[in-house]
């Protein structure tokens, strides 16, 4: 008995491993370890990660072998890899450096193609065709050390945007002249070869392009609920574009990065669902293709004769050479930094994903040998190590020079904001903890207060207990997104009183509230609960109708007052307009008076920011309503406030939350109100100031005794 068990274990672990759970175990645990194992002595988790493929591969202990699972998760992590790289990609960014990253792609394709080609025919000895499949090999590149520049905080990066610009032209060039190269060697280059290529290239676009877009929009808008059905939507699509880019004669990691492109605006970069696709991505799908690359390389290639040694060491310092000289191009031309400059040749020098689709299609069409093979395989352990040793160390220089994502837009205490939330009503608090998510600064180490004020009655333990449990729904809720939260709760006679002592309490740099409910009658008389709040605070306060999903805006249209920009405010709110534009790709248009609009674009340029801004006049500020001209159902609408007594006050100004309200009934709102200086309004005793009819009447009388007064 006792030796029919040990048989049956040893069975088990007998090398290759063949039980699916025991092999998902050991990959696993390998992904666990091999950081921590390799953290002392500084070896980046990615290259642990390929070493461990070697060890457990086919060519090292055998522990596993390449079988359609493994190749399953491996391809899923590939795509994962170039999908992740297009939904990061800052639009705004990637407009303003369209360009460059034209070049940087040009650069980087012809430079190590126009050095491999003669090397390839000369020194090698190879014919036509396979020297110009191997030179379009080296000008192939995949970003697998992207998650490292994704760690640092860096991946919206200038130098990263133009690399990750770069990648797609390259490799979209390269995989056409392979599609080319293949079918030359079949003798089927004619004119119906480039019809369909075209035919195909032109369908696939306008599918990825025009129609997926419009499908995602309607799915988020309609099933706003399903979050988990949002993520399985996601990866449908990105699956299905990889197919598509097959069907089309691409390879699919195109396809794949088209599907992160094409879904880059609906899925803001702070959002719970972007969360869920990287936590996923990072945590098994990507471990696994970087372990698979692993598995591919058979170091004993070096022993089989000096030919294999030659090819392969030829291959691997033509490839990095020609990437850092296409690097080193860059920085001249556009004059960077030498981090910089090690940071797009880190990105651009790993050799993977699109090497392997070229090489392993020329070695089953004959073009090339096993030697080419074996040496591109050689290749790309080497590279894979070098970018993610180069693309590690320009990082750390580039966050040691201030270059994080968020340096142009954060710039009021970012790594000091303190953020409250008040609880009114617990069914509108999803879509004010979303908004809260894209604006919250990413410096910031504290949590998100979130605030219920109880009302100190009879029930007053019982209500209590009633609100630490809605708070712990919410709680959970901003999990979801790792939104670390603080749950406060508090007794006081008046609410309006307690959400400002706890705003103070929490030194809160910024409230958001939810809409104003309809006030009853004893209200009107003593006073509405959001004027309350407003008059006992001096912080930042957004109110927030947000009734539809934010992503579903073409938009964001702000109306700033008069004067705003002398408000103590003023940087704070703007910047966090700019944050949430960045967040959702979405262009400003700000409706203001000529000197406001001066400042504001003195103000944003001073921020760096790339958010596309253009600029309407409106001078009737005294009229309200008049701005329903600049008003779109497509943008968000942002309307800049102020406390009464503030220097851009004015009367129109006066209960503006309520007359929005009843006059956009269908558009998600924000309703802005800048700090301002304490102790500049009375806290025991509210400020003694005519109603607003009666200051717009003596406004008028003034005028009338200015006008006798002229004539």
């Not at 645990?29 to 194992?37: A, C, E, G, T, V």
């Not at 690097?327 to 400059?341: D, E, G, I, P, V």
């Not at 007052?561 to 944050?579: D, H, M, N, R, T």
Request: with cysteine.
């Amino acid at each position: 008995m006792n030796n029919n068990v040990i048989e049956h274990i040893l069975d088990a672990f007998k090398a290759p491993l063949t039980n699916p759970v025991l092999i998902f175990s050991l990959v696993l645990l390998i992904i666990l370890l091999s950081p921590i194992l390799l953290r002392p002595i500084r070896v980046p988790g990615i290259i642990g990660l390929i070493l461990a493929g070697v060890v457990i591969g086919p060519h090292g202990l055998n522990w596993l072998e390449n079988n359609s699972a493994v190749n399953l998760f491996s391809t899923i992590g590939l795509l994962y890899i170039m999908f992740i790289a297009g939904l990061e990609l800052d639009m705004n960014e990637f407009r303003k450096t369209k360009h460059k990253s034209a070049l940087f792609g040009f650069f980087t394709f012809i430079i190590p193609i126009t050095i491999g080609f003669p090397v390839c025919y000369y020194i090698l000895g190879y014919g036509v065709l396979p020297s110009v499949l191997i030179a379009s090999m080296f000008a192939t590149h995949t970003l697998v050390s992207y998650p490292i520049v994704n760690r640092y905080g860096i991946s919206k990066h200038e130098a990263v945007a133009i690399t990750i610009g770069g990648t797609i032209l390259t490799d979209t060039a390269v995989l056409i002249i392979l599609a080319v190269i293949t079918g030359a060697s079949h003798g089927n280059i004619n004119q119906q070869f480039w019809v369909t290529l075209g035919v195909s290239f032109a369908v696939f676009l306008f599918i990825m392009f025009g129609i997926i877009p419009r499908i995602a929009k309607w799915y988020f808008q309609k099933v706003e609920s399903e979050k988990t059905g949002h993520y399985i939507f996601v990866l449908t699509v990105v699956f299905f574009s990889a197919f598509m880019a097959e069907i089309a004669g691409l390879e699919p990691i195109i396809g794949a990065f088209a599907a992160g492109l094409a879904l880059n605006k609906l899925i803001p970069h702070s959002s719970a669902l972007m969360n869920r696709i990287e936590f996923i991505g990072n945590a098994i799908f990507i471990p696994f293709f970087l372990i698979s690359v692993g598995m591919i390389v058979d170091i004993s290639v070096l022993s089989k004769g000096p030919t294999a040694l030659i090819v392969a060491g030829t291959l691997t310092v033509v490839a990095v050479f020609g990437k850092f000289l296409a690097a080193t191009a860059t920085q001249l031309t556009f004059k960077y930094s030498t981090s910089h400059r090690n940071l797009i040749f880190g990105l651009s020098n790993a050799h993977a994903a699109a090497t392997l689709a070229v090489i392993m299609v020329g070695y089953s069409n004959n073009i090339i040998d096993e030697n080419v093979l074996n040496g591109t395989i050689v290749l790309i352990l080497f590279t894979c190590i070098i970018a993610s040793i180069v693309t590690e160390n320009a990082s750390k220089r580039v966050v040691r020079e201030g270059h994080q994502d968020d340096k142009h837009i954060e710039h009021v205490e970012e790594s000091e904001e303190q953020i409250m939330i008040p609880i009114a009503n617990i069914n509108n608090m999803e879509p004010i903890l979303d908004f809260a998510t894209l604006i919250k600064s990413k410096k910031s180490p504290y949590p998100m207060n979130i605030v219920s004020v109880v009302p100190n009655d009879v029930q007053a333990e019982k209500n209590l207990v009633e609100a630490k449990r809605n708070l712990e729904n919410t709680a959970k809720y901003a999990a979801g997104a790792e939104n670390e939260v603080e749950l406060l709760t508090t007794i006081d006679i008046n609410i309006p009183a307690g959400i400002a002592r706890m705003a103070k309490q929490v030194m809160a740099d910024c409230v958001i509230m939810g809409w104003p409910s309809v006030t009853s009658f004893v209200e009107k008389i003593v006073g509405e609960k959001s004027e309350s709040i407003l008059n006992n605070t001096d912080t930042t306060l957004f109110m927030c109708r947000i009734e539809k999903p934010l992503i579903t805006h073409r938009s964001i249209t702000v109306f700033v007052p008069p004067l705003a920009e002398s408000e103590v405010g003023f940087e704070y709110w703007l910047e966090k307009v700019l944050v949430l534009s960045k967040e959702l790709t979405l262009p400003i248009s700000f409706v203001c008076d000529p000197r406001t609009e001066s400042n504001l674009k003195e103000s944003i340029e001073a921020l760096n920011s790339s958010v596309v801004t253009n600029y309407a006049l409106y001078e009737d500020w005294d009229n309200i309503y008049g701005l329903a001209t600049f008003n779109n159902s497509d943008s968000l609408l942002i309307f800049v406030s102020s406390r009464s007594g503030e220097v851009s006050y004015r009367d129109s100004l006066d209960g503006l939350a309520k007359r929005l309200g009843k006059y956009y009934k269908n558009q998600n709102i924000i309703l802005i109100f800048p700090s301002r200086q304490e102790n500049q309004h009375i806290d025991v005793y509210e400020s003694v100031e005519a109603s607003p009819i009666f200051r717009k009447i003596s406004r008028e009388i003034g005028n009338i005794f200015n006008k006798e007064k002229n004539n």
